[in-house]
């Protein structure tokens, strides 16, 4: 979702940014691993020896930071191409985000993508890059996960839909099985 059919580069850094200032840690080292990860998992790589408790709560504080703003979210470049041709064409299609339901859904809103299967870090046990979320999609959607492209804009990300066992395609000059360099990109080569 966010970095891939959303654009809120800018809403995720202000919110870690400000994060980063409440709990005392170094923003740049916070920004450099917390693209395409569940925000207890970057809470626990910055605080190693921190109770399930402590995570739990800056996890959440890092969230409620997100909720509201949604300053700059928009649609990335070729998302509505796109979509009309995953629509003209009848093809399956999901979104599985890192973020939780409300996040996901405000992010989308804002951008005005309606997902019509949404796998959230609250439908999963594991976040990217564990495949998880990507195996629970292709289930939803009846598809098989070697028949599914997962894309995406993280190494988290690609690492996921790997071993998931999916063609990835790759943004934002990434290494996946197709690079692409924005999704209208995508819609020429699927229509």
């Not at 796109?82 to 599985?96: D, E, G, K, Q, S």
């Amino acid at each position: 979702m966010d970095g891939t059919l959303v654009d809120s580069d800018a809403a995720v850094e202000r919110a870690w940014t400000t994060w980063a200032a409440e709990f005392g840690v170094d923003a740049a080292a916070v920004l450099a691993i917390a693209h395409g990860s569940p925000a207890d998992s970057t809470v626990r790589k910055m605080f190693a020896d921190a109770t399930d408790d402590a995570v739990d709560r800056a996890a959440t504080r890092q969230l409620e930071l997100q909720y509201d703003d949604l300053t700059g979210v928009t649609a990335l470049a070729g998302v509505e191409d796109l979509l009309a041709v995953l629509t003209r064409r009848n093809l399956p299609w999901a979104v599985v985000t890192s973020a939780d339901v409300r996040l996901a859904e405000a992010r989308l809103g804002a951008a005005g993508i309606v997902a019509p299967l949404l796998v959230t870090v609250e439908d999963i046990s594991a976040g990217k890059p564990d495949p998880e979320g990507f195996l629970l999609a292709a289930k939803r959607l009846g598809v098989a996960p070697e028949r599914c492209l997962v894309v995406e804009d993280s190494e988290p990300g690609l690492a996921a839909g790997r071993a998931a066992g999916a063609v990835t395609a790759a943004l934002k000059g990434l290494d996946g099985d197709v690079r692409l360099t924005d999704l209208g990109q995508l819609a020429e080569l699927l229509a």
